[in-house]
């Protein structure tokens, strides 16, 4: 039942927006068959979204607007499909109540039902990673050759989708090594799985840099010139991704917490109870240092995790394996289950109420775009701060095609877009600025520097807070 409780939870909560800034461009790429302009173009994860976007697109004969409903589709089913893997995997490794534990967590994590609902690589990626270590750690078949090459393949594929799914390399030696007994030896096994993800994580950019050189080295730059870098961040990103990491299963650390609790008070009075009930993870403290540690010690350097709790996700069913594995050792009962449910379904509500605010300034800034879309056919020039990524959107898939839009973000320089506003006004293009207070949140200079330019011009309302500003 749960994968199709899953399934509905998903559709009735994905979001009347897209997702965030990134989900804008990857739907121009999908209409447009490009390569993305993060990491080394995410090909699989663009790859399989145009392969199902054409054909949607040619049996149902849809328009390009009609992609944001296709693409979003996809990624909740890819979402219940992650429900239905973990579960075999959680039931490989840990016992069946605790088993059921784990796939109740995954299934209700605040975060995971979001971004199921969102156009983003990171639930995409975590099903591939979770299919790639279900592969790997099943018993042997007639040929665990097999198992091996195509769990390496599925690795490096998950790299295509987003390359943060390096990060979990080492939770899959840990698997080579700490998996049942095989017929080959360890080391064989490594070899093969790591020259078969090799193979998939390589073979794509490499393909991209023979065929274009040049353009492959500065798209590269240009990547790791953007990412927000710097040891007077390291600080402030490591107790963000503590936080996040909390944020991303809270109702299983709190159940844990209690337990925890409630296992010290047992041992005070003498009683131990069920506390060492149920199997061992084999090598469990290596295995947590490697799916959960590591993953989010590497993040620290990424000064982006402060505002995105999206990136601790890849850590996420090895919290929820081994919490849950701690748990069912500490509260063995079915007391203990339905306390467990009961917090996560707790959880799951309060989190969707504190980010109601949230989805309604996201929903609000969609239907201005929409707005805008309708009110400016033609050619013109936007200034519309973090609205840009959505009305290029509509530029890139065609359905405004003569707009263009003055980019807000890490390289904007207000020389620059002085001058590409006179050239503009030079060449008759009309010239919008949108005040949306929503469209200049984290871009407030900018918006001041485009205020005290324009104040002396003449404007014309268009919509509500958007206007045609004349030379």
Excluded at 387 to 408: A, E, N
Aim: net charge positive; with cysteine; proline share 6%.
């Amino acid at each position: 039942m749960l994968p199709a409780i899953a399934f509905f939870l998903y559709l009735s909560g994905c979001a009347t927006f897209l997702g965030q800034w990134d989900s804008y461009d990857y739907l121009k790429q999908i209409v447009s068959h490009q390569l993305s302009a993060l990491g080394f173009g995410r090909p699989a994860f663009l790859g399989y979204n145009i392969l199902l976007w054409e054909i949607a697109k040619s049996i149902f004969h849809l328009g390009p607007l009609q992609v944001e409903v296709v693409i979003m589709l996809g990624t909740i089913v890819i979402g219940v499909i992650g429900v239905v893997l973990f579960r075999q995997l959680a039931r490989q490794l840990l016992s069946p109540s605790a088993a059921r534990l784990a796939v109740l967590a995954f299934a209700i994590s605040p975060m995971y039902a979001i971004y199921s609902g969102f156009i983003m690589t990171e639930v995409p990626m975590l099903v591939a990673l979770i299919a790639a270590a279900l592969i790997l750690w099943k018993p042997d078949g007639r040929y665990p050759v097999v198992n091996e090459i195509v769990s390496g393949l599925i690795f490096g594929l998950a790299v295509g989708i987003r390359e943060q799914a390096i990060t979990m390399g080492a939770a899959y030696l840990w698997i080579l090594w700490s998996r049942p007994e095989r017929r080959k030896s360890r080391i064989g096994s490594t070899i093969i799985f790591g020259l078969a993800a090799a193979v998939a994580t390589l073979a794509p950019v490499v393909a991209f840099y023979f065929l274009d050189p040049a353009g492959f080295i500065e798209h590269t730059r240009v990547w790791l010139h953007a990412i927000p870098m710097g040891h007077l961040q390291v600080l402030n990103n490591i107790q963000a991704s503590l936080l996040w990491t909390l944020a991303i299963c809270p109702a299983s650390w709190l159940a844990l917490a209690i337990a925890g609790f409630l296992r010290r008070r047992k041992r005070a009075e003498g009683s131990p109870g069920n506390l060492i009930a149920g199997p061992s993870i084999p090598n469990g403290v290596w295995g947590f240092v490697s799916a959960v540690a590591l993953p989010v010690i590497m993040l620290w350097r990424d000064a982006d995790v402060q505002i995105h709790p999206r990136y601790l996700l890849v850590a996420m069913p090895g919290v929820l394996i081994f919490s849950s594995h701690i748990y069912d050792r500490w509260i063995a009962s079915r007391k203990g289950l339905l306390f467990w449910a009961a917090a996560h379904v707790l959880m799951f509500g309060l989190a969707i109420m504190v980010l109601h605010p949230y989805f309604q300034n996201q929903a609000q800034k969609m239907q201005s775009a929409r707005a805008i879309r309708d009110a400016v056919p033609g050619e013109a020039l936007l200034i519309a701060g973090n609205y840009s990524p959505m009305l290029d959107y509509y530029r890139g898939i065609g359905v405004r095609p003569k707009w263009q839009i003055l980019w807000s973000g890490w390289d904007w320089n207000p020389a620059a877009a002085e001058n590409t506003i006179q050239k503009a006004w030079a060449d008759q293009i009309p010239v919008y600025l949108s005040e949306d207070p929503l469209g200049w949140r984290y871009f407030e200079t900018e918006y001041l520097h485009f205020h005290l330019f324009m104040k002396n011009h003449r404007r014309e309302p268009i919509t509500s807070r958007f206007y045609r500003i004349y030379p």
